[in-house]
Structures are given as C-alpha cells and as structure tokens.
C-alpha cells in the first residue's frame, strides 16, 4: 500500500479576488479540517473511510484530503488500512517516537501492526496482509527492527515452523507457547502422564483413608473429596515440576482423570470445584478376557478361511 | 436377527442336542415359520427325525407351532432367545440353589432337563435323585418337602403353568393344539395328593390329583433376579456394601408397585423403606445413615435412582433405563480400555462427554499429543465406536476440503450393538475352538474316561491296590499329560463362555430397555 | 444425475477423512513403519498389542462349570439327542448299536409328556410307514421295496397288534387330501432313505422279544469289548 496519498493534479480555477490569496487561507483552512479530521478520528471507535470524511466536509479536495492523510500519518495519528478497495484511517496515539526514530512510514505501519497483535503475536503472513507489503521488503524490515530488540519472533505450538512477531518487551501468551506443557514446541506428554498418576494416588490414598469411616457415607465421601487447590498444594509440595503451576493447569489434569473414568468432579455453591476417586461400575466385561476381545483382525475372523478359531495363533498361545 | 446370533444359536442346539436338531433349528431361524414338510425339504433330513427335532425344540420350549395359512397346516418358529438361554441353565440352577436349598435345586434340575412337565411327576423324579444323594432309604419322606418347595417356587413365580389346549368342539385332540392360560391361573399352585405320589413312585398307577396340568419355567424371573444382582453388585463397587443392601430392597420393593420390566420405578418411600429394612434386621447398620446413602446414590453419577418427590420423607424411584445405559457406558469404555489402552478410554469418554466435539478440541482437553490423538481416534472410528458427522460450513457443493468439519459423537445403541454381535462372534469362536480341543483329543478322551470308571468301579467293589495300579498303567504318563493338558484348555474355554455370557446379558439389557 | 462420478455426501471414505484430520494415507500404519530393507506381506496374525484380562470366576465358576457339564453330558445321554446311527457291516458294530440301543432306554416319543400339547402331526414318531402300509393294504396298492428281513415283518404285525383299531379310524377320518399327500411324500422319501434307520427307530420300541433277548447278553458284550479296544478287532 503507497504510504503516501496520491495526489491528484489540480486543475486551474478562476481566481476570486474577494477571497483571501488562495495560497495562505488554504494553508490555515487545511490545518483547521485536519484538526477536524483528527476529532473525527478520535471519536470514531472504528476506521473511517474517504466517504465519511467528505460527510464531515463536504468540499474537501482530493488533494487536500491527500495532504492531510499524509501529514496526520507523519504525526502518528492514524493508520492506514485497506478494506476491499478503498482505504480507511483509523486513529491511533501516537506512541512513544523513540522507538521508532528515525524509521520510515512503512516501518512504522509494521512495527503498528505487530503492537496491536499484543501478546498474541502475528503471523507472516497475516503481517504480510495488512501493511501490503511485498516479501522481500517486509523481511527487510522485519530484520531490521528484530535487530534492534524492537520486536522478536516466538515459535507457536499452534502451527509448527510457524512464528508469530510481538514486540519484544512482551511475555507471549500461553496459547502460543502452551504454556506448561510445553517445553519449546514439544508437549510434554510423559510430564502430564506422571501429574496425572501423582494427582490420582493422592485422590486414592485420600478415599482408602476413608474407608472405616463410622459416620456415614457423606462424611466419608467430603473428607475422600479434594478441592483443585488441595491438590496443587500437594502437586507443588511434592516439587516434581520445573515449571511453576497455576491451580488451573491443575485442574486440566484433574479433568483428565475424570475422563479416565478414575475420579469424580462435583462443583460446589461457592463455585469451587472437588474431586474423589472412584470405582468403576463394573469388573472388565467376558470379551476382553479372551484373545478374541484383542484380535486387531477379528473382522477378518470366519468359519472360512485362513483366520478362523481352529487355527488362531493367539488363541493357542493363550490356552497354553 | 443377526447372523452371529444366529450362528451362536446353531451351535448350542448342536451342543445340546446333536447335529440333526441343529440343522432343523437353524433353517427355522434363517426361514422363520414354516411347517413341517418345508423344513424337510429344505434341511433335506427325513420325515421322521424332523419330527423328533420338533418335537424335542417344542417340549424345552425352543419353538412353538401355531396354525399358519392353513387351519389344518401347523408352522413352527423357533424362539432363538430361548435357545441362547440353554446356557444360562447352570446360572439359573445356582440362583435357586443359593435363594433355596438343594431340595428345590433338585426340582429346579429336573424341570431343565424335562422342558415342562407335571409337579407330580416331576417331585417322584426329584425325590429320587435326593434319595441317591442323600443315600437315603426311602423317597418318599422327601415328598412333602418337595411339594413344599415347588409351591414356594411358584409362588414366587420361578415356576409357571403351561398354556393348555383349548377344549375342542368334538371333545377329542385338534390337528393343531392352540394353547392357553388365564392370568389368574398362571401361579395357581397345585393341589398334590401325596399318598398318590408315594403310590407312583412304586410304578403304580394313582392320582396325583394334577391330572393334565404342566408346570414350566418362568425364565423371565430369572433375568430379573440376574438383573438385579448386576446393579447392587455395581453400586457396592461403587459407594459401598451398604449402598449395595440399599438398592436390593429398592428393587424388592419396586416389584411390589412397579411391573417387573419398567423403565423406571413408581415412587417408592422413604418410610417404607426404612420399616421394610427395619423388619428385616432392626441392628443394621444402615438404618442410622439411610438418607445419606440415598442421596449419595442419587448424587452418582451413574444415576440409578432419582428422588421425585419429599412426601413420605422422600421419593425415590429406580430408573432401569438409566441405571442400564450407565452400565452400558461402562462396558463399552472398560472394552476399549483393553482393546485400545486407557488414552484411546480418556478420548471415548471426552466424546460422550461433550456429545459433539472436533478433533482439535480432543487433543487439547485430554492432553494428549496430537499426532496419538489423531491415531487413537481415527482408530476407534474405524471400529465403530466413534461416529463423526460433517458439518459444511458452506453451502455450495463441492467446496474445498477446509469448507467443513467433523464432529466426532458416540450413538451408544449403535455401538452396543456392535459389541454385542462382537461378543455372540468371541462365544461362537471359543466354543468352536473348544469343540475342536476335545474333538481332536476324543480317542484319548474316551479312553481316560473309560479308566476313570472301571478304576471306580473296582474300588467300589474293593479291588486290590495291584488291581488298580494295572487299570492306572492302561495310560501312559504322556498321555495322561496330555489329557490334562486339554482338560485344561476345554476348562479356560468354557469359562470364558461363561464370562461373555454374562456381558451378552447385560448388553442384550440395555437393547431392551432404550428401544422400548 | 448421472450415474457416473462420485457424489458428494456418499459415504465418506476413511481416506477422505484421515486427509481432512491430517492423518497420513493409509491409517497410522504408513505413517509409523519404518521402511524396512525386507518387504514381505504383513503377518497373517500380527503380534498383540495387549494380552486378553485373565479370567476369574471363583468358586462359583467352577461349580458352574461342573454344572454345565453335567447338563451337555445328560442332554448327549438322552434320546433328546438325535444322531444318524451309522450302521457298519462287521460284528462288533453290530452289538454296539444294540449297547446304544439299552443305554437310550428311553425313546423321543417317551421324552413328550403330553401329546395334546403337540400338534397332531408330531406324534406318529415312527408310525409313518405302518400307517402306510395300513393305507396301502386296505387300498390295495402294490408294496413299497423293502428289505426282506423276517425280523422286520415280524415287529411290523406285533405292532400293529398293538396299535388296535385306533390307527384305523384316524386313517379313515383323516382321509383329506393334505394327509395323502404327506404320506405319498413320506413314501417316496422313505423309500430311497436308508431302511436300517427305521429298522433302528422300530427295534428300539418297547416289548420286543428280540431286544429282550439280546439285553440279556448285554453285559456280556460289555466286557468283550473291553478287551477288543485294547487288542485291536478280532478278524
């Protein structure tokens, strides 16, 4: 996208002899409506557009409007977007202008676009999009301002050998690093197996603590219950984990057990969230007992043909 | 029906019964009803041992005979569930055994091995099966016993009376006996002459009093009983024995104002509850927490009772389809922990879970790594015990592949289905394996048994050591070996047929109560 | 529409959707093997990833066990469990059967507790071909082949002794035309089947003479026999 607006060549008029000399009121009025833009701007939650400008002033040239644009976009006050085929503007502070000293126009759109990605960050490409850059010009400034610590890039275990630009001050957030279990791209899944096992034995040991309890079963099932947080002290005290855990990351694995079928969750009136271990319904069902309930080829398995009862493998090894 | 079933159902008749009787009952389950000269021509057997096979599949109640487009052609359907529950003889036997004693075992035998049969004849037959276990002198002091213990057993409906032929115009028998019974008289005990008995036991003729009147077996009341035991058995599994005790009584007490196979109990009392438990052991120690249990068994998630009402110190009624959709759940997901592992278990339940729910989303919520996520679903897919639907996110047709997404879900009556055909294939395939173990090994067999015998017979009679010692000799010790070697594997065989059909019941349960 | 192409919406192949989830073609297994020097068809039974739960019944099971043996054991000992009894020509066959035939002491026909329960047709186990003869004699129609053993003609008239004039008047009343046709039917089958079945199925009735008498040397047999297994047959 052309940093700057382009003007268009203005055609001769007739002069007025009783208006002021063109060039000086021009200068005053052209300040003033860019004055009046930038309030337009600044109250306008969303980006404008050329058509609401001329809303706001009907006779505004082209070229002054271009003027204008650029000198708001020199001053930091605004962005530049594309939105189909039009531009629009939208306003911004303009930030601290140390860090971008002595940078162009298209260094700051860049360095704008990446701000507002917070610390989420922004992908290439979708960088690419919006400042409407061409590659090798975007990599330049990319370069450039990494180089000066400015911005940097973080690798996102949402996609791999993606990476997102923030700036660099930032802490990117957990949805890109993915927070504890992730170490730099790997998931940590036997990290997670063993909290899993160490939340269960505590839940375990807690219910068979229970188990001579005299006073009745809601007493024997609150004191085998376990908030989350019991369970993060306990995690913690145990000092297994490099990283430091929130309750939260906690109660992730927590919910995992639940779905192992191994544990309970019940939600209390203040919102806080217990659980127990529990027993399964039923002892393994008659068909995994025998070979046949872990055939991987049991589809093939008929009366004809060379997978059959009399002659399976597995069956002979399990009979010995 | 399906096919595995029907297979299974072929290979217990051939069990049972022999080859003939297999061949006969397997081309009424592929054909349905048909009569007589049809299945003759079809199982292309002769006349009369086609008549031999339907006659001993209609006196154990495997099939019926009903007149069919003709009045004077009757048409026999075989009861295939009816079938399935020859196996389930031993089950049925041990239940009365343990809720009545041997004596009523004794009856209870001889009514299986009989089909049906009159009380009368039927108790002279117990009797001297007891007199030879009991090396007793005389049956007939067991004959009042006996008669007691039918009457017990019918009623509380293990035994029923057998529909009788309509009285015909001309007073004599029809081509085709329509049978039938009022309500009122299914568990009407019969009045037993018992001098009469000790009379017919001599092999004299004399009237029993019960002339023409047939008693059978309720089966029904059986898999009441079995269902039973399966959800006290979960929930002391689950809270504890007392929970157990609880659910027991509900269920007694769910007979008293409920029909047996209700979705869902009438609303049973608290008060009654807690009297009915009191009456029966006023030191239990349940009664102290009796509330607490119910609302920690309500609280469950499992959801077999529900309280509906606080009239009476609480409703409670208990919810059969619930109850049996939970267990459902379970089996399902204990098969895929041992088919699949526990990760493939941690996705399944996350599915049921979240009813609806994308890949992306699984991986993330059971922390598991992608790529394995991926596998162990796409794997479960395969087996069927996921289903994915696809959602387009755009209307036009052919779009390109990111234009829709799946969503993976569990239809739980579709894969129990699957699981059961599944289980009716593992039977068909350990008792065929079975067969052949023993087939294979028949000589070896035979010959061992026949050893046993003669071995037995002379120590009976007091043979000397040397004696013995030389029968012992007729095997060697290889063959010996051997033989306990297949006894061994025909023994693993046949508790795993045990085993799964128990699963089958429980599966076979669940199909009833959702489709009802 | 033609009938030709692949719609969209037929059922989605597995292929269709391990692309979509970003699975390798061909399942996790193309994506997993590691490409090895020797290519060979996979195994028939590829090795088990995890072993079947061990069994445990207890107790119970085991009586349980006892149980359903005893009940396989007493339904193969009882007539209730039909097997073509194939007749050999040798001597020792021959007294075997009859072995079989004491042991069965009781016939199908016995194991029915009432016939008014059975349809009507299900009764005359074995009484076929003497209604027939009995409907060819009093029609006058030439005989049916059979196999000239006096023993046979011998049971055939005790029988009909027996029978008395029920038999008759059933024939009689029952003259219908789907009657006739069953028993044209029974003779043409019975005819080509094999007559040593129904000489067994007759000589197994009660009361005869000649299975009387051969009971008596029943024990006899037994013992012979016992040392025949083990020396091989005598020749």
């Known amino acids: ?320 | 029906m399906s096919i595995q079933f029907g297979k299974v159902c072929s290979l217990i008749l051939r069990e049972h019964f022999g080859e003939i009787v297999g061949k006969v009952g397997t081309d009424l389950y592929k054909w349905g009803q048909k009569p007589l000269m049809s299945v003759v021509s079809s199982t292309k057997l002769s006349v009369e041992k086609v008549r031999q096979s339907l006659c001993i599949l209609v006196q154990y109640g495997l099939a019926t005979f009903s007149a069919g487009r003709s009045d004077r052609i009757a048409e026999y359907s075989l009861l295939p569930e009816k079938v399935f529950s020859l196996l389930r003889y031993p089950r049925y036997l041990y239940l009365i055994k343990t809720k009545f004693g041997v004596e009523a075992e004794m009856l209870m035998e001889e009514f299986l091995k009989a089909g049906f049969g009159s009380a009368s004849r039927i108790i002279i037959r117990a009797a001297t099966r007891l007199k030879e276990k009991k090396e007793l002198e005389d049956a007939s002091t067991n004959f009042p016993l006996l008669r007691d213990k039918f009457v017990s057993l019918v009623n509380k409906q293990y035994l029923m009376r057998c529909p009788a032929p309509e009285k015909t115009e001309d007073g004599k028998p029809s081509l085709i006996p329509k049978l039938t019974v009022a309500e009122n008289q299914l568990y009407l005990p019969p009045t037993l002459n018992i001098k009469a008995l000790t009379i017919l036991d001599e092999g004299n003729p004399a009237d029993a009093g019960d002339e023409g009147v047939y008693w059978r077996i309720n089966f029904d009341r059986f898999h009441q009983d079995f269902r039973d035991q399966i959800m006290v058995t979960a929930i002391s599994r689950r809270i504890d024995e007392n929970g157990g005790e609880i659910i027991r009584l509900l269920l007694q007490l769910m007979y008293i104002r409920t029909e047996a196979w209700a979705q869902i109990s009438n609303p049973i009392p608290f008060t009654e509850l807690r009297d009915t438990l009191r009456k029966q052991d006023p030191q239990s120690p349940i009664l102290q927490h009796l509330d607490q249990y119910l609302k920690v068994i309500e609280e469950d998630s499992s959801g077999f009772i529900t309280r509906v009402g606080d009239s009476g110190g609480g409703q409670y009624c208990i919810n059969m389809r619930k109850s049996f959709e939970a267990l459902a759940w379970n089996c399902v997901e204990n098969i895929i922990v041992e088919r699949f592992g526990s990760k493939a278990a941690r996705i399944f339940r996350l599915v049921k879970d979240r009813k609806f729910i994308e890949q992306e989303k699984i991986q993330q919520i059971a922390m598991i790594p992608a790529r394995e996520a991926k596998q162990l679903t796409y794997r479960l897919l395969q087996e069927n015990f996921l289903q994915i639907q696809e959602l387009r996110k755009s209307m036009a047709q052919n779009a390109g592949p990111n234009k829709s997404f799946f969503l993976f879900h569990v239809d739980l009556e579709e894969v129990a289905r699957m699981v059961l055909d599944f289980s009716y294939k593992a039977l068909y395939n350990a008792t065929t394996r079975r067969e052949l173990e023993s087939e294979e090994n028949r000589r070896l067999i035979e010959k061992k048994n026949k050893v046993d015998s003669i071995a037995a017979n002379m120590r009976l009679q007091g043979a000397a050591q040397e004696q013995l010692d030389e029968i012992e000799e007729m095997m060697a010790p290889a063959e010996v070996e051997l033989f306990t070697k297949v006894m061994n594997r025909v023994q693993k065989l046949s508790e795993a047929e045990l085993h799964l059909e128990q699963t089958i019941f429980l599966m076979q349960l669940f199909l009833n109560y959702s489709t009802k | 529409m033609a009938g030709r192409g692949r719609g969209r919406g037929g059922g989605n192949s597995f292929k269709d959707i391990n692309e979509r989830i970003g699975l390798p073609a061909g399942g996790p297994a193309a994506g997993e093997a590691p490409v090895e020097s020797v290519l060979e068809p996979p195994p028939l039974f590829p090795p088990l990833e995890s072993r079947p739960v061990p069994l445990d019944l207890g107790v119970e099971g085991e009586y349980l066990l006892a149980l359903k043996r005893d009940f396989v054991e007493y339904f193969h000992d009882s007539p209730s469990y039909l097997q073509d009894i194939v007749v050999k020509a040798d001597i020792q066959r021959y007294s075997d059967r009859y072995q079989t035939a004491t042991l069965a002491s009781r016939t199908t026909a016995d194991l029915v507790c009432d016939w008014t329960h059975f349809p009507k047709e299900l009764k005359d186990i074995g009484s076929k071909p003497r209604r027939k003869r009995k409907l060819k004699s009093s029609k006058g129609n030439a005989k049916v082949p059979r196999k000239a053993e006096d023993i046979i003609n011998r049971l055939e008239e005790l029988e009909k002794q027996e029978e008395g004039s029920d038999a008759e008047g059933e024939v009689e009343t029952d003259g219908k035309k789907v009657d006739n046709n069953d028993e044209i039917k029974d003779a043409d089958s019975e005819a080509g089947e094999e007559v040593d079945e129904e000489d067994l199925d007759e000589e197994m009735d009660d009361g005869t003479d000649y299975r009387n008498s051969h009971f008596d040397n029943g024990e006899d047999y037994i013992d012979e026999e016992e040392d025949n297994l083990d020396d091989g047959p005598v020749y």
């Open chain 1, 1 to 320: 996208m052309a940093t700057r607006v382009k003007q268009e060549p203005v055609s001769p008029t007739s002069r007025d002899v009783s208006s002021p000399p063109p060039g000086v009121n021009h200068n005053s009025q052209i300040v003033e409506r860019e004055q009046r833009i930038l309030n337009l701007l600044q109250k306008s939650t969303k980006a404008i557009s050329d058509k609401e400008i001329l809303l706001e002033i009907p006779d505004l040239s082209p070229q002054d409007r271009a003027t204008i644009i650029n000198n708001l976009l020199q001053k930091g006050f605004l962005d530049v977007f594309k939105q189909g085929e039009k531009l629009v503007y939208k306003f911004k502070e303009p930030s601290c202008p140390s860090k971008i000293k002595g940078a162009d126009n298209e260094e700051k759109i860049v360095y704008s676009i990446i701000e507002k990605a917070g610390n989420k960050g922004i992908w290439t490409r979708d960088l690419r999009v919006e400042c409407n850059l061409d590659q090798t010009t975007l990599n330049k400034i990319l370069k450039k301002l990494e180089s000066e610590k400015v911005i940097k890039a973080v690798k996102s275990v949402a996609a791999a050998r993606k990476k997102v630009y923030m700036l660099y001050s930032l802490e990117p957030d957990s949805s890109v690093t993915g927070g504890a279990w992730y170490n730099d791209q790997d998931f940590e899944a036997e990290f997670v197996d063993v909290l899993n096992q160490q939340c269960y034995r505590f839940l375990h040991q807690k219910k068979e603590a229970v188990k001579n309890c005299k006073d009745g079963p809601i007493v024997a099932q609150n004191m085998a219950s376990a908030s989350s947080k019991d369970v993060w002290k306990y995690i913690s005290e145990l000092g297994i984990s490099k990283v430091q855990l929130a309750v939260q990351d906690i109660e992730t694995i927590l919910n995992t057990l639940v779905y192992d079928g191994k544990a309970e969750r019940s939600v209390l009136a203040d919102g806080s969230l217990m659980y127990r271990a529990v027993e399964s319904l039923l002892p393994p069902p008659g068909i995994v007992r025998t070979p046949c309930g872990v055939c991987p080829i049991l589809k093939q398995c008929s009366d004809i043909g060379s997978i059959n009862p009399n002659n399976c493998v597995y069956m002979t090894e399990w009979l010995e």
